[in-house]
């Protein structure tokens, strides 16, 4: 055996211990690009909540606490018509609660499964800095960028047009 392939010992495996290569193995043809072509692809966008899926997530927090009352009462021995009358009043205080008071997530205490809570918890708080900070709802990451090479083009192309200005003024001057 050569460079650790195979078995170490053919003994009791009832094999020759022989080694050949997958033959119906593919290889991947073409490699891909290390990097994306499209730069806007590069930039950071935060990943959208889903509303429908917050809202089944409030909906569902409502039927547990209303499924925990009938839950108790049951436990109770309370008539079914009062248990009835109970939980509808306590899904109803528990909606009006919920459509009023869009409560504002801070991003802590959610776990992890909580992916779209933690989303709008973190857009909530970028909104939050973005405002603290001043910095415009247009504002493109590397604008300045942009600007400045603009800049440097422009006095590039006037830099053409001063040169010969200063042409003629040595010239004249001489």
Do not use: C
Request: neutral net charge; hydrophobic residues 25%.
């Amino acid at each position: 055996m050569s460079s650790n392939v195979g078995l170490s010992t053919p003994r009791g495996s009832g094999t020759s211990g022989y080694v050949q290569r997958n033959l119906s193995h593919l290889r991947p043809r073409d490699a891909p690009a290390p990097y994306p072509a499209d730069r806007d692809s590069l930039k950071h966008r935060p990943r959208q909540p889903d509303a429908a899926i917050l809202a089944h997530d409030r909906a569902r927090g409502v039927e547990v606490d209303v499924f925990e009352l009938r839950d108790r009462l049951e436990d109770e021995g309370v008539p079914e018509e009062e248990i009835e009358t109970q939980t509808t009043a306590l899904r109803a205080k528990l909606v009006r609660e919920m459509e009023g008071a869009r409560k504002t997530a801070s991003g802590r205490g959610l776990k992890a499964h909580q992916v779209h809570e933690r989303a709008a918890a973190k857009i909530e708080e970028s909104e939050r800095l973005r405002k603290a900070l001043g910095i415009r709802e247009d504002y493109e990451e590397g604008g300045h960028w942009k600007r400045g090479e603009e800049r440097l083009r422009e006095g590039v192309r006037e830099g053409g047009k001063g040169e010969e200005k200063r042409q003629e003024r040595r010239e004249g001057g001489l």
